[in-house]
């Protein structure tokens, strides 16, 4: 298959905010016309899925090594709704994929997890983690950080007799910018 990573895009602080994978099955890929031509030249036939995937809009991407090189392996995506793509890269290609996630500024290495067969301390695995990019002060909402979780006893004091919500525009900001607190959560 064909692999393409983009950077496109630039977000508030000036850095690339979308990462976008574009992945050409291997169905597509094999004969002669496929090593004569660059994959962006060649016309995809609509029977032929392919993958394209915005990185920034996902949750985390997961590297599983399988070879010593730390250029083979599997890739997984794994989207805000739970839903994961798979690829698989068994002869190389790896290692610079994994480069240009290091390299990206939404992205933070959360967890390696280590195993004892690897040989010279590489990783059998390595998490990243999709991170927005944090504003500044300036940037933020005038307030941003002026709430706390609404608790159960917050919450019951927006109740009137009957109730009802007395001040509704604050409970929504409380609500906004600073959460519900878990055991609130089904009363609210």
């Known amino acids: 298959g064909n692999l393409t990573v983009r950077c496109r895009g630039q977000s ?37 899925s392919t993958l394209t995937v915005d990185l920034s809009q996902m949750r985390s991407v997961r590297v599983f090594y399988t070879d010593n090189e730390l250029t083979c392996g599997d890739l ?4 805000r709704q739970r839903q994961f793509h798979v690829l698989h890269f068994h002869a190389g290609g790896l290692k610079g994929l994994v ?18 067969q690897q040989p010279n301390g590489s990783p059998s695995s390595v998490l ?24 159960v006893d917050a919450w019951h004091g ?24 878990p055991e609130a959560r089904p009363l609210v």
């Not at 933070?108 to 280590?114: G, W």
């Not at 927006?158 to 607190?181: H, Q, Y």
Request: proline share 7%.
């Open 158 to 181: 927006f109740m009137d007799s009957d109730g009802r919500v007395t001040d509704e525009e604050l409970a929504r900001k409380i609500v906004f910018f600073g959460g519900i607190a």
């Open 12 to 48: 508030i602080l000036g850095v690339g905010s979308s990462l976008i994978l574009h992945w050409i099955p291997n169905v597509h890929m094999s004969g002669a016309a496929a090593s004569q031509s660059p994959p962006s030249s060649r016309t995809i036939p609509a029977s032929v």
């Open 128 to 151: 990243y983690s999709v991170c927005q990019p944090r504003l500044s002060f300036d940037e933020s909402h005038p307030e941003e950080g002026k709430y706390c979780a609404l608790t």
């Open 99 to 116: 480069r240009a996630l290091e390299d990206w500024p939404m992205s933070c290495e959360v967890h390696s997890k280590f195993n004892a």
């Open 76 to 79: 997984v995506i794994s989207s």
